[in-house]
Structure formats: C-alpha cells, structure tokens
C-alpha cells in the first residue's frame, strides 16, 4: 500500500499557476501584486530604482517609502514591506 | 513632503508586561497537551510562549512547570477528568480518520454543514488513542490544532470496517459499495485511493472527484500563492467563526501558525512579538518577518 503522505494530498488540491516574477507591496495596511516587467524592473535593480518604480506606480511621494524594507527571493520575486519592530 | 511617523507603542512596558507574563507562568503550573518533539505552546494575553520539554520524548497530556525561561518540566499527570474539563473549553468537530504519517493521524471534516469551521483540506489529529482509517471520532479544535477526544460510538463501525476492506481490496472508488456509507466518507475513501493511485487523476477527474476542493479551490489557491512568493509552504489551515483563517506552514522548514484575516490575508496575530504591529503586515510580507526574527535567535 503506498505510504500516506499528506503533502501530496495537499499538492493534489491546490492549483500551481505560476508566470513572471511579482513585486508584493505592503504598504499602508494594503497590498498588492505588480509584475516586476509592469514596473520595468528586474530582481537585480537596486532598492532606489525599486521604490522609485513603486513609487511611480502608487503615485507617491519616493520618500514615503523611506524605512520600508526590500526583499529578494531565490523564486525572483520581490516584497516591500514595513520595517519589522520587535518586542522582546 | 514626508508624513511624520505616530509614536510607536513604549518598548519599556512592553518589556514590562512580557515579564510579568512569564511571572506568572513560571509560578502556576499549567495543563497541555503535548506532542511528539517536546514542544508546548501556552497563550497568555494573545503572546503565544513556546516551550520546550526537558524530556522531549515525551508526548500527551501532562501538568507542566516552567523551570526556566523557554523550557518547561513535567511534574504530574493530569486526571481523565481534568483533561475532559479542558477539551471542553474548545469547540467540537467531528472528523472521519484519513491515515497515519510520521505517527500522526491526519482525518476531514465528518460533515461540511459545520458552520462555526470550514475545514477544507486533510487535517492532523493529536494525540490520538485507539483508531483505524475511516472510524469517525470526535475533535477539539483550539484555533491551531486538532486534539482527539475520543470516537463517535453512535457511527456504526461496520462502515468504516467495510471500507478498511475495500481499500485492502484496492476496490475503485466507481465500485465502492458500504452499506450506510455517507458523502464524506466515500471522499475520504476517494482522497487515499487517488494517492495510491496517482495515474488516475487528473485535473478533470480531480474537480469531478473533489468537488468544491480541486482545482477551483480558490482560497487554498490565494494562501499557496501569497506564501509561495517568498518560498514559504503551505500547510493547511481552518476557517474561524470571527471571519479569520488560521495559517500553518512552513518557512525554510521551520513551522509557524499564524491568525490572519480571511478577506485580505492581514496578520492579526503573527505568534511572534511584534511590538502590537502585526496588521502593518499581510502572509505573504510576515514571512520575510519571521525569517528576520528567526535570525535573531532571542528566543521568547
């Protein structure tokens, strides 16, 4: 009998649709998911080009981004977010 | 023109509260179950601390005594009837057992007329007792796992006996016949003979098979892609009746379990302190944040 494995149940049920890399933005208690060629960047731009694009495509002033953190993952996709602050 | 930042809450009373917290966890001893692993988690005021056991083979119900911050010692074992007084307090669930894996039972939703749950996926039992696959049993649900309570003596047994007999049979789930069989357990039978059967399926027969759990499952759909776009896996989670989703994945193997609100995946309680911040993030954002906090190794 083949062993159970609940992973693969799980991978059975849930849908895999997957396209270009995303820039996820959390900003202002709201999120979004832009592709990265909408806003012509790429995984390897710079945190500056990055939060200007997002800037542009939020329509906000770049400096409200300012303390916001930028991060890359291994998929290609990227997140903006908050600065985390941790209590002890 | 930048936006001046609001003050942010006092770090100081924070520190303060979290202490006496631990205080007071350190003087009472406390009732939880455990699992394989020798890790407990016990909410006090909404921070969740997780402690480890000294004997970290050492799993089911126990009375605990914290000896020192993060780790705890079993000092009793708690009456059959203090151990039913607790499972009170939780809502009930009736489940109907899928398998074992890695020692644990995994089972689904006896019924999916349940409103106060929407339990759409396989889900893990803790501290099972004595069960065979598709026996029906009760479940108490503390907002992030499943404890057995016992089984339901009113479900006739030969049910789950005759199913036990086709599966052994390797009966299809087209010639499926059990008398006094009910929808979820035929989908339960269905659920293991697809996994044994991986050639059959196919998206189509998935959504005939799985009705309103395939394919067009949206919201297991949203929860995947939010935690895969920044590596994380899912791996399950449960609908509450205060409209929130409890989350349970992985990030880089390490597992988290994590309240957030059901419509825009919002973090309402991350598990983690975060300085009464945790709606400034959503799923997919937090689990850089755990990562982060992982990192820092300050324990709780």
């Known amino acids: ?88 | 023109m930048t936006t001046p930042r609001e003050p942010g809450p006092d770090p100081l009373a924070i520190v303060a509260k979290l202490a006496a917290q631990e205080r007071e966890l350190a003087e009472k001893p406390v009732l939880a179950p455990v699992v394989a692993g020798g890790r407990v988690r016990v909410r006090l005021s909404g921070i969740v601390y997780q402690m480890e056991l000294e004997d970290p083979a050492f799993e089911g119900w126990a009375i605990l005594s914290m000896v020192a911050p993060g780790r705890a010692r079993v000092v009793d074992k708690p009456t059959r009837s203090l151990v039913t007084a607790y499972l009170k307090l939780m809502p009930r669930v009736r489940l109907i057992l899928l398998d074992q894996h890695q020692r644990r039972w995994w089972g689904i939703a006896a019924q999916q007329s349940d409103k106060r749950f929407r339990i759409d996926k396989a889900v893990p039992l803790c501290l099972v007792g004595q069960a065979a696959s598709f026996d029906t049993v009760y479940a108490r649900f503390d907002g992030s796992a499943f404890w057995w309570e016992g089984p339901d003596r009113r479900r006739d047994p030969g049910v789950a006996r005759g199913l036990r007999k086709a599966r052994q049979d390797d009966v299809s789930p087209e010639s499926l016949h059990v008398r006094g069989m009910v929808p979820q357990e035929r989908l339960a039978y269905q659920l293991l003979w697809l996994l044994a059967h991986p050639e059959a399926l196919t998206s189509k027969e998935l959504g005939a098979i799985l009705p309103g759990q395939g394919l067009e499952n949206r919201q297991a759909g949203r929860l995947t892609r939010a935690l895969d776009h920044a590596g994380a896996q899912l791996d399950s989670f449960w609908n509450t009746e205060q409209g929130s989703t409890v989350v349970r994945f992985y990030v880089d193997g390490r597992e988290h379990v994590v309240e957030v609100r059901t419509d825009d995946l919002t973090v309402l309680s991350s598990g983690i302190c975060l300085s009464d911040m945790d709606q400034d993030f959503d799923l997919t954002s937090l689990v850089d944040v755990l990562r982060e906090h992982e990192g820092q190794d300050d324990g709780f």
């Open chain 1, 1 to 88: 009998m083949t062993e159970f494995d609940p992973k693969a149940l799980d991978a059975l049920m849930t849908a895999e649709t997957r396209g270009g890399p995303v820039l996820h933005v959390r900003f202002q208690g709201k999120s979004q998911d832009i592709p990265l060629a909408r806003l012509d960047i790429g995984p390897g731009s710079s945190d500056e080009t990055i939060r200007q694009a997002v800037a542009r495509h939020l329509d906000v002033d770049v400096a409200r981004l300012n303390g916001t953190v930028i991060e890359r993952h291994a998929n290609g996709n990227l997140t903006l977010r908050p600065e985390a602050v941790f209590g002890q």
